[in-house]
C-alpha cells in the first residue's frame, strides 16, 4: 500500500456531523444589495443550491452578517419553496460581527443577549427551526465565556442550535473557551490556502527568525486534529487567482503558481479550481474549504476536487512556487 496516498488516512469530515460533505457551500454573495429580495435573486439560489447538491455538496455556510443579512434571507426564501430540502442539508451560520452604526464602529459582540437575538434573526430569516452549527464570527475581547457558554445551553435546550464552533481563533482561544463549555466546539473556520498561507509555514519556520511576520499560531492545526475540531478554510478558492481570473501585475509568485495549477489540471485532467482547493485538501488535517462561487461551472469545476489526490511532489511544488521561495 503506497504511503503517499492521503485518502487512506482519511477520516470522515466531522467527527460530530458524519454525513456533512468535504466542500461546504458560502452563502456570502447571495441574495441582494438593494432593499428587498429580487425574483432572480431566488432564482440564482436555487439554481446555487441545486448545483452545490448536484454535485454533493450538502453543507451550507452563513453568517448573519452577509450582505446584512440578505443571504440568510434569500436563502430562506429558496426553502420555504421546497421545505424538504431541510432535512437533506447542514445549516450552519455565525454571529459576533456588528457593522459599524450610529452607536460605534465596526465591533465585535459575543455578549450572551447578542448570540441569543442573533441567532433568532438568522432563523427567522433562513425560515428553519434549528441551525447545525453556529460559529463565533470573530473573537470578541470582551467575551465572557460564562456568558457565551449560557447562550450556547440555551439554544441548545430549546433545539435552536445543535452544535458549537468558533472562527478565526487560534488554538489557546478554542481551550479557553471549551474550558466553560458543556457542549464541544467542533469547528474553527479559518482563512488558509494556496495564498494564503501562515498555516503551512508556521510549521517549518523553527529557528528562522526571518518569519517573524507569519501570522498563525503553532499548535492550531494540531489542536484541531487532536480535539476533533473540524478546520473549515475560507479564502482557498484565493478568489479565482489560480483559476482563470486575470493575473497581469500581480506578484510573480503568484503568475508563475497560477502557470503550474494550469499545468496541473492538464496532468490531473480536472480544473484549475480543482488544483487549487486540492492543495489544501491534499493535508492530512481533513480541512472543509468553503468555496464562494454563484457561478454554476465555477461550482460544478469546485466540485472535481474531491476526485483529485496530488502527489507528495506536486504538493510542495505548488507549496514552495507559492511561498515564492524555497523551504528553510
Ligand atoms: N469566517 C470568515 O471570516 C469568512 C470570511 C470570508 C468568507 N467566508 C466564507 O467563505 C466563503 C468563500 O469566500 P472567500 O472570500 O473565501 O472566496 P473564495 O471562495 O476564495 O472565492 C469566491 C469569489 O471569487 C470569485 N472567483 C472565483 N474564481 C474566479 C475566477 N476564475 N474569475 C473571477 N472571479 C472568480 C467568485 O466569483 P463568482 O461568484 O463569479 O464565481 C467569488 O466572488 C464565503 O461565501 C463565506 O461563506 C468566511
Not at 282 to 300: C, D, L, M, Y
Amino acid at each position: 500500500m503506497s504511503m503517499d496516498s492521503s485518502s487512506e488516512y482519511q477520516i470522515p469530515l466531522n467527527h460530530y456531523i458524519p454525513n456533512a460533505s468535504s466542500l461546504a457551500y458560502g452563502c456570502m454573495e447571495l441574495g441582494s444589495n438593494s432593499s428587498s429580495i429580487t425574483p432572480e435573486a431566488v432564482q440564482q439560489t436555487n439554481q446555487c443550491i441545486d448545483t452545490a447538491l448536484e454535485a454533493g455538496i450538502n453543507f451550507f455556510d452563513h453568517a448573519d452578517i452577509y450582505r446584512s443579512g440578505m443571504s440568510e434571507e434569500v436563502f430562506g426564501l429558496a426553502l420555504e419553496q421546497r421545505p424538504a430540502l431541510r432535512d437533506d442539508i447542514f445549516l450552519q451560520s455565525k454571529c459576533s460581527i456588528k457593522f459599524e452604526d450610529d452607536v460605534a464602529p465596526g465591533r465585535y459582540d459575543a455578549s450572551h443577549d447578542w448570540i441569543i437575538k442573533s441567532v433568532e434573526g438568522s432563523l427567522k430569516r433562513l425560515k428553519t427551526d434549528y441551525l447545525d452549527i453556529l460559529l463565533l464570527h470573530r473573537p470578541d475581547p470582551l467575551m465572557q465565556p460564562e456568558e457565551v457558554a449560557k447562550a450556547f445551553d440555551t439554544l441548545y435546550q430549546q433545539g435552536k442550535v445543535k452544535y458549537f464552533g468558533m472562527s478565526n481563533v487560534q488554538r489557546h482561544q478554542l481551550e479557553f473557551l471549551q474550558h466553560y463549555l458543556d457542549h464541544p466546539l467542533v469547528a474553527n473556520q479559518i482563512e488558509l490556502g494556496l495564498n494564503a498561507l501562515d498555516w503551512l509555514n508556521e510549521g517549518v519556520v523553527v529557528g528562522h527568525p526571518e518569519y517573524q511576520g507569519v501570522n498563525f499560531t503553532g499548535g492550531t492545526l494540531e489542536y484541531c486534529r487532536m480535539n476533533k475540531v473540524q478546520i473549515q478554510s475560507w479564502r482557498s478558492l484565493a478568489q479565482g487567482l489560480f483559476s482563470g481570473r486575470d493575473v497581469t501585475g500581480q506578484a510573480e509568485n503568484i503568475q508563475k503558481t497560477a502557470q503550474l495549477v494550469a499545468a496541473l489540471a492538464e496532468k490531473y485532467n480536472c480544473s484549475r479550481e480543482a488544483i487549487t482547493l486540492g492543495f489544501v485538501r491534499r493535508h492530512p488535517a481533513n480541512i472543509q474549504p468553503v468555496i464562494g462561487s454563484t457561478n454554476i461551472e465555477r461550482i460544478k469545476a469546485c466540485a472535481e476536487t474531491t476526485r483529485v489526490n496530488l502527489t507528495r511532489e506536486d504538493w510542495y511544488s505548488l507549496y514552495v512556487s507559492s511561498r515564492g521561495e524555497r523551504l528553510p
